[in-house]
């Protein structure tokens, strides 16, 4: 059971596919999932009801709220239905300070002008330190990758928080999985498809992982996966076919053409600039503590 302290939870739920043959697995067991109300655990099911919406009109950010403190009408929806755990009375303290403990919606009806301009001001700063935040925090960098440990759990940390959301929501804590990162090949330039490279794992340097790990390339551009004829968005140990080499190392060629007799190793990479991610879950000591040296993406010349 995994208890949640407040009222609104987000669930992902993540399945190791093996490969296109374990497609039909996978699709038969996602049909077996159920989400059920407590109130409503061990009873026969029943549907949704229409009035369901009606019950959280309280629940919905007012269409009237002005654009430039719009977040604070979200904050003060975000609270009444969420309330603080006891933890946060200082900083609940700070809120209501503003209003944000009353019921009036929208939020900032009746408030001095000055302090609209004020609280607007405050949104757009507050957004540009928390960039700043996750530009500049501080992690591994290994390589040319680079991670952070200091994820899933933040106490009081509100600014760390803030940071690896906009980085990414739904972060998991770092012994549930690692995501390193790397824009750069080893001349220092940024990775892109008119360059061919090779990421190369010695027999005694694959990812130190419990479970599994891969290696995925998307589009610096739109963050996304880059449509391809072989489908390889990425690979990883789980992946049918991989070639080792006969020393036992393993090297992956990410190039925008096919490498002659290496497809089963190829992934293809866009015509433009692209970025790596080696996701590495239930990762060893070694990665929790920044002494695995994660392979260089070498350049081909």
Do not use: C
């Not at 089963?264 to 790596?276: H, I, Q």
């Amino acid at each position: 059971m995994i208890k949640s302290p407040i009222n609104t939870v987000w669930i992902l739920g993540r399945i190791l596919v093996k490969g296109e043959s374990d497609l039909y697995n996978v699709l038969t067991l996602q049909k077996q999932f159920t989400l059920t109300p407590l109130s409503q655990y061990g009873k026969p099911a029943v549907s949704a009801k229409n009035e369901t919406l009606a019950d959280f009109k309280e629940a919905l950010v007012s269409p009237n709220a002005q654009d430039s403190i719009r977040f604070f009408e979200e904050l003060r929806v975000a609270l009444k239905n969420n309330p603080a755990p006891t933890g946060e009375i200082a900083l609940m303290a700070v809120f209501y300070r503003i209003g944000l403990g009353k019921n009036e919606t929208p939020y900032g009806t009746n408030l001095d002008p000055a302090i609209t301009d004020e609280l607007a001001r405050a949104i757009k700063d507050g957004e540009q330190i928390v960039k700043s935040t996750l530009n500049n925090s501080k992690g591994f960098y290994i390589n040319g990758w680079t991670y952070n440990t200091n994820i899933g759990t933040y106490g009081y940390n509100y600014l760390i928080r803030a940071a690896i959301t906009e980085g990414g929501l739904g972060a998991n804590v770092p012994e549930e999985a690692i995501y390193a990162k790397t824009k750069t090949g080893t001349d220092g330039q940024p990775l892109n498809g008119t360059n061919k490279y090779i990421v190369h794992f010695g027999k005694d340097n694959m990812s130190p992982v419990d479970a599994f790990w891969s290696l995925s390339m998307y589009n610096a551009t739109t963050f996304l996966f880059v449509p391809n004829p072989v489908n390889h968005d990425s690979l990883g140990d789980q992946t049918t076919g991989l070639m080792y080499n006969p020393d036992g190392s393993l090297d992956i060629y990410i190039q925008h053409y096919e490498p002659s007799g290496k497809g089963s190793n190829w992934v293809p990479a866009s015509n433009g600039d692209f970025y790596l991610v080696l996701r590495m879950y239930l990762p060893g000591p070694k990665v929790l503590n920044g002494t695995y040296q994660i392979p260089k993406v070498q350049k081909v010349v």
